[in-house]
């Protein structure tokens, strides 16, 4: 077994694990395998043991990497995961199934548009800035609110997900329950959260999807 698909096994044991603990269906909870800085080689052994959800932070990094293995397995979810630039939402709509990064309006409007233009309709989520952080890309959580309503009155898209990324050096657990109570009273059901080392923990606070990179694939 190559070392993506060994470490694979063993994240998915304690995905499992996380479930049960917390009384849930492991089924519900989705792996986002993060392969960003990771070629081929190391993905296609994880296609192999059947995972289909990838997420990558860099639009032209993926354009170079997943065409070629998407001929092979047609049925893969690609998921953005990093910032968008508004003139890139060209590629993104083309190349990703799921863009987890929604986070302002220029960017609403440029995804808007290009969805209408090629009737393609990749999932959307919205990027919460949890901790404020100000280096970090996402809505501030005092504006969430207004966010997700503009994208979906003024831009007609449909938001499904939210998604944050918790400050390095705090306690995880705050800003999950934070992006749980936004997606909460928005009525959204899709929570990406939770990353190699503290993924347990988002799925016993109700992650849907987390995203996982370095347990799967080793150091970048
Ligand atoms: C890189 C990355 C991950 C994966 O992080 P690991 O600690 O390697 O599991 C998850 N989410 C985002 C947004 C990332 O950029």
Redesign the pocket.
């Known amino acids: 077994m190559s070392n993506s698909a060994a470490q694979l096994a063993e994240v998915r044991e304690r995905l499992a694990r996380a479930a049960r603990d917390t009384g849930r269906d492991p089924a519900e909870i989705t792996l986002v395998c ?1 392969s ?1 800085t990771f070629g081929p080689e190391d993905i296609r052994p994880v296609l192999a043991s059947g995972e289909r959800h990838f ?1 990558e ?1 860099r639009v032209q990094e993926a354009e170079e990497k997943w065409p070629a293995l998407r001929t092979d397995y047609p049925d893969l979810e690609l998921h953005l ?2 910032p968008l630039q508004s003139n890139k939402a060209r590629e993104a709509v083309a190349l990703f199934d799921v863009i ?1 990064t929604v986070d302002r309006e220029k960017i609403a409007e440029a995804l808007a548009k290009e969805i209408k233009r090629t009737g393609k309709h990749p999932k959307l989520y919205v990027q919460v800035n949890t901790g404020a952080e100000p280096q970090k890309a996402g809505i501030l959580p005092e504006d969430a609110d207004a966010f997700i309503k503009t994208c979906r009155e003024t831009y007609g898209l449909e938001i499904s997900g939210l ?1 944050c ?1 918790p400050p390095v050096d705090d306690q995880a657990s705050p800003h999950f329950a934070l992006l749980n109570k936004i997606a909460a009273r928005n009525g959204i059901k899709i929570m990406s959260m939770g ?3 503290d ?1 347990e923990l988002a799925i016993q606070l109700g992650a849907t999807h987390v ?5 799967i ?1 080793g150091k ?1």
């Open positions: 993060v960003k997420g932070n995961i990093g987890e998604m990324i990353m190699s080392s993924f995203r996982v990179g370095t347990a694939f970048r």
